[in-house]
T-cell receptor, first 114, second 116 residues
Framework: DTAVSQTPKYLVTQMGNDKSIKCEQNLGHDTMYWYKQDSKKFLKIMFSYNNKELIINETVPNRFSPKSPDKAHLNLHINSLELGDSAVYFC?????????????FGPGTRLLVL | AQKVTQAQTEISVVEKEDVTLDCVYETRDTTYYLFWYKQPPSGELVFLIRRNSFDEQNEISGRYSWNFQKSTSSFNFTITASQVVDSAVYFCALSLTTSGTYKYIFGTGTRLKVLA
């Protein structure tokens, strides 16, 4: 009965590969997010979808492409992985659009690019 | 521009001491929300509290308390009688909607080490 789940939990891959991270929430929320946390623990929002519509698209390389097939899922596809993509990627969800919704985070996906 | 500053990079205390984690935010908007999250060594992000800009009432939850002061743009977090299990990185965050754009800004975090 995990609220926000991500798969895989760990991902080790070679430079140049393409990989996807999946996120699912069973909280009935309508807004989902992707964050990147680097080795210094800095957390930065990457994308947000509300009812499958992209509402936040921060300055992120276009090698990163989010896809939201429905309100409960938000996947992150990364093309041509680079060393600098190594980080922990967190998915989150909230109810409602805008600042008032409390975000609940998934457990994170630890990506290591070799 | 909006910003969240957590000036304390790392704090070490001995168990049972009280500790306050500082958070200073910047925004010109009148409607915004402030949050605190805990990230224990296991890595997950745990929601602790949400406060909107119109509610300056302080809150206490067990050993945790929060002091929101708009006059100083601060939202500080105090742990009373700290325990080893409180060791974690704590993030303060600001969210708001400005000019139709949604913003979610996290501070750089404060690493709290509680020593037995």
């Amino acid at each position: 009965d995990t609220a926000v789940s991500q798969t895989p939990k760990y991902l080790v891959t070679q430079m140049g590969n393409d990989k996807s991270i999946k996120c699912e929430q069973n909280l009935g929320h309508d807004t989902m997010y992707w964050y990147k946390q680097d080795s210094k623990k800095f957390l930065k929002i990457m994308f947000s979808y509300n009812n499958k519509e992209l509402i936040i698209n921060e300055t992120v390389p276009n090698r990163f492409s989010p896809k939201s097939p429905d309100k409960a899922h938000l996947n992150l596809h990364i093309n041509s992985l680079e060393l600098g993509d190594s980080a922990v990627y967190f998915c989150a969800s909230s109810l409602g659009l805008g600042g008032g919704g409390t975000q609940y985070f998934g457990p994170g996906t630890r990506l290591l690019v070799l | 521009a909006q910003k969240v500053t957590q000036a304390q990079t790392e704090i070490s205390v001995v168990e049972k001491e009280d500790v306050t984690l500082d958070c200073v935010y910047e925004t010109r908007d009148t409607t915004y929300y402030l949050f605190w999250y805990k990230q224990p060594p296991s890595g997950e992000l745990v929601f602790l509290i949400r406060r909107n800009s119109f509610d300056e009432q302080n809150e206490i939850s067990g050993r945790y308390s929060w002091n929101f002061q708009k006059s100083t743009s601060s939202f500080n977090f105090t742990i009373t009688a700290s325990q080893v299990v409180d060791s974690a990185v704590y993030f303060c965050a600001l969210s708001l909607t400005t000019s139709g754009t949604y913003k979610y800004i996290f501070g750089t975090g404060t690493r709290l080490k509680v020593l037995a």
